[in-house]
């Protein structure tokens, strides 16, 4: 670490600079900046950001999360104090007290009449301040790409507003927001590897949950008919520009409706939040102009598939499978996550991607939890929503015939092979009393993220994303870190 000596320099002649408890900050700099009015007395507080001096006096300036203002400290205003202002470093937190002016090139400045220090940054910022380049580190230390790039900060900040967006959608339709299990005995609600961990208090298994889906589908049948979750989820699968092993996902449950209906609510919700973050319909994603007008393309899953590889819907799960297989040259099985890759695929080479589109027909070995159309019981009544060549939503009209689900229970764990072999009886003694007949839709909050905000990549809209561990460096490990974050940031 550095600015070891300097602090022990500044704890001797201006206290310990990590004391302070509290400091007076009524206003945020954005607040100050927007009510500007000069010879206002302001208290406010900040990272140093810039700074420069010219003999007895100098400009800086300091940053909270909502903007940055320039300030102006002279010796003859802070007598001996000047002193700690010739001391600090950029990234220090302080506290300054002061009267507003405009200086002769027309920038709102703060006279610094007192100034205390309020954290002290033992380390540099990046590069001086040049700015967090390297993508690595970038999401390895979050906390320097906020301070070193407004624009990553500006991306969590409209994240926080769509996610509070959704919730007041789906609240003003009246359903009830409501929490349910992350830790399950049973995996469940939908495919995927979970990661397994052990209670010791029960001596029992335990896993992440990889959906929600059982328990809110419970709730229907304790006659919460209109619910929803805004919940993490967790896959034990890798990681990718689109994929992430812990996840947000939105799922929603109605009563006494279809997925017709689910479709519809998608094309309301997704118009709602693109019209307040942009007043139009019509948005730039990596390149590409989409167009969020309803109403959206309907495209046949069993169509498509049809087309490419000659497969029937009749056709048993063995047999569609092995032509697809075949076709593709593909030595072993197809897991749901390369089926769902083959029809990202299959749709960009079809479909103009410059409008959202519901994939439907899909075959009924593929969802487990789906009801059967009615006059083609090979397919289900189901939608996935693809978005510029991304899945973001899935929805179902909901099974609740108890004997069927027990049905497609056990054959789905005859071919899955990433879940573990057990059968959530709770869930099916549930349906056995009886659930409404209902829609579920489950969309990832992520990829939406992504696709609103304009960002390539999931680990962009992900806070903390998961990353592969750094190796174990003996002695040095920080200092070894802190010369590859300083070489890899030059601009």
Not at 114 to 119: A, F, G, M, P, V
Not at 200 to 206: G, L, P, W
Not at 411 to 436: A, R
Not at 461 to 484: A, H, M, Y
Request: charged share 30%; glycine share 6%; net charge negative.
């Amino acid at each position: 670490m550095e600015n070891l000596d300097k602090l022990a320099r500044i704890s001797k002649a201006f206290g310990n600079p990590f004391a302070q408890t509290q400091w007076d900050k009524p206003l945020t700099i954005k607040e100050l900046l927007d009510e500007f009015k000069e010879e206002k007395e302001v208290s406010l507080a900040g990272r140093l950001i810039s700074k420069r001096e010219h003999g007895k006096s100098g400009f800086a300036h300091i940053q909270d999360h909502t903007a940055k203002i320039q300030l102006y400290a002279q010796k003859n205003n802070l007598g001996d104090n000047y002193g700690l202002y010739k001391e600090l470093d950029l990234g220090d937190i302080i506290g300054i007290k002061g009267k507003l002016f405009v200086t002769r090139t027309g920038e709102s400045t703060v006279l610094v009449s007192e100034i205390k220090l309020l954290s002290k940054a033992l380390r540099p910022l990046p590069e001086k301040w040049h700015g967090l380049k390297d993508v690595e580190i970038r999401y390895r230390r979050r906390y320097l790409d906020l301070i070193s790039n407004p624009s990553v900060k500006d991306v969590f900040i409209k994240r926080s507003q769509i996610v509070s967006s959704v919730r007041d959608f789906f609240q003003k339709l009246k359903f009830i927001e409501v929490e349910t299990p992350m830790l399950h005995q049973i995996a469940g609600g939908a495919a995927g590897r979970p990661f397994k961990t052990h209670h010791n208090a029960t001596d029992s298994d335990v896993y992440l949950r990889i959906a929600p889906e059982l328990y809110l589908k419970r709730l229907l049948v304790g006659g919460l008919e209109k619910n929803f979750e805004i919940n993490r989820s967790f896959r034990n699968e890798g990681v990718s520009t689109r994929h992430n092993p812990e996840f947000t996902m939105l799922e929603a449950y109605c009563a006494y409706e279809n997925f017709e209906y689910m479709m519809k609510l998608c094309e309301d919700l997704f118009t709602t939040l693109v019209g307040e973050l942009y007043g139009t319909l019509i948005i730039e994603y990596q390149g590409t102009k989409i167009d969020f007008t309803p109403p959206w393309q309907r495209i046949s899953f069993a169509d498509l598939f049809e087309k490419e590889f000659g497969i029937k819907a009749c056709d048993s799960q063995d047999i569609v499978l092995s032509k697809i297989s075949k076709k593709l040259n593909l030595a072993s099985g197809l897991s749901r996550t390369q089926i769902l890759n083959i029809t990202e695929e299959l749709i960009e080479k079809n479909f103009p991607s410059d409008k959202p589109a519901f994939i439907t027909d899909f075959f009924t070995w593929t969802s487990p939890l789906a009801k059967q159309k009615k006059d083609n019981p090979d397919l289900v009544e189901r939608f996935e929503l693809f978005i510029a060549g991304l899945e973001v939503a899935n929805a179902y009209s909901e099974l609740n015939d108890p004997i069927e689900q027990k049905k497609r229970f056990s054959k789905q764990l005859e071919v899955e092979e990433e879940l573990p072999k057990k059968i959530d009886n709770d869930f099916l003694l549930s349906l056995e009393h009886g659930m409404p007949p209902a829609t579920g839709l489950g969309i990832g909050i992520d990829r939406m993220v992504m696709i609103l905000l304009n960002q390539p990549s999931i680990r962009d809209v992900i806070l903390f994303p998961l990353l592969k561990p750094l190796p174990d460096e003996q002695g040095t490990d920080d200092d070894n870190k802190d010369k590859t974050l300083n070489q890899s940031t030059k601009s």
